[in-house]
């Protein structure tokens, strides 16, 4: 089966957080994924705009839409909040007619085709997990974990909620996320904060709250024992780990846990390089860690 799909990174990925999508394109390329560029894509239309201009969120979100449909692919993400946004206005759009056809005459004034309400978003995690060949994957894991403890944290935009995303009931982002720790040679750690918010939404507004939210979750997860730990979103990356030296202070507590992308340990575990993986960028460095399992 020939796996492609149009690709939308995600502004955080074309930013800051360029590793993620580099990490992204290299385990895709070893796993024949084929991720088609989206030339006329714009930000998703998240968060504020959503609150402000709902109507006209949903159009940005039909413009993608749209875009995927017409290269006749599913669309995949990296982001979360890009998932969730996408997800829920196709939901709205598959799901009621006449809100279509509005946002389809809005599209039409800008001289974008119709949206037919035909395509899936789909997360890279899910592609990872679900539709590459389990033998495969496996195959491809040269570099295995040997046990390392790897705290999975979700955040909350993958998973919530549940009414957009009606895979939850046997295929939610824990068992996924958890589900590819084991399957890399890993122990996933359980402990409180793995689905909770990061705390990116408040970033601008209060960042006091940011910090005491990222050292919450990072501290659960190292009192639970985690070495390491990964999330599937480009937002949480970026709040988990560049967050953390100011958490320290906030908290007034030493929490020193490397975060990284999926892709990114994914990526390790199949023996490409860190340069390649773009694992110096990291805030917090894991290569103490994992040089004590030969993966640095």
Same mark, same amino acid.
């Given at each position: 089966?020939?796996? %492609?799909?149009? /690709? /939308?990174?995600? &502004? ?5 957080? =360029? ?5 992204? !394109? ?13 030339? $006329?894509?714009? &930000? ?5 705009? =959503? ?30 909040? &890009? ?7 196709? /939901? !709205?759009?598959?799901? %009621? ?15 974008? =085709?119709?949206?037919?309400? +035909?395509?899936?978003? $789909? ?5 990872? +997990? ?11 894991? +040269? ?14 935009? *993958?998973?919530?909620?549940? %009414? ?30 793995? #689905? $909770? ?7 601008? *507004? ?16 190292? #009192? ?12 949480? #990356? ?11 202070? +906030? ?24 340069? !390649?993986?773009?694992?110096? =960028? ?15």
């Amino acid at each position: 089966m020939t796996l %492609e799909f149009a /690709y /939308y990174p995600g &502004c955080a990925a074309k930013q800051i957080q =360029r590793e993620a999508d580099w990490a992204a !394109r290299a385990v895709c390329q070893e796993l024949g994924i084929g991720l088609l560029a989206m030339p $006329r894509a714009s &930000c998703c239309g998240a968060v504020s705009l =959503r609150e402000t201009k709902p109507a006209f969120a949903l159009a940005v979100a039909a413009r993608i839409l749209s875009e995927a449909e017409a290269m006749g692919k599913d669309l995949v993400t990296i982001c979360n909040t &890009c998932l969730q946004t996408l997800t829920h206005a196709n /939901y !709205r759009l598959s799901n %009621e007619p006449e809100l279509l056809e509005k946002i389809n005459a809005v599209l039409a004034e800008s001289g974008v =085709r119709p949206y037919g309400g +035909t395509i899936k978003v $789909r997360h890279l995690l899910w592609v990872v +997990t679900d539709l590459v060949d389990s033998r495969t994957l496996k195959a491809k894991i +040269t570099h295995p974990l040997k046990g390392l403890r790897v705290a999975a944290f979700l955040g909350c935009h *993958s998973i919530r909620p549940e %009414e957009i995303f009606n895979h939850a009931s046997n295929t939610s982002e824990g068992p996924h996320l958890e589900r590819l720790i084991q399957l890399m040679g890993g122990v996933p750690v359980d402990y409180v904060g793995k #689905d $909770r918010c990061c705390g990116f939404h408040v970033m601008l *507004s209060d960042k006091h709250e940011v910090h005491t939210m990222a050292a919450k979750n990072c501290l659960s997860a190292k #009192d639970a024992g985690a070495q390491v730990m990964i999330t599937p979103c480009t937002l949480c #990356d970026m709040i988990m780990g560049s967050v953390q030296p100011i958490a320290e202070k +906030t908290v007034q507590r030493t929490i020193n846990l490397p975060e990284m992308n999926f892709a990114q340990l994914l990526g390790l575990t199949m023996g490409i390089s860190k340069e !390649r993986l773009g694992i110096s =960028r990291l805030h917090i460095d894991p290569v103490p860690v994992l040089s004590s399992i030969g993966l640095a």
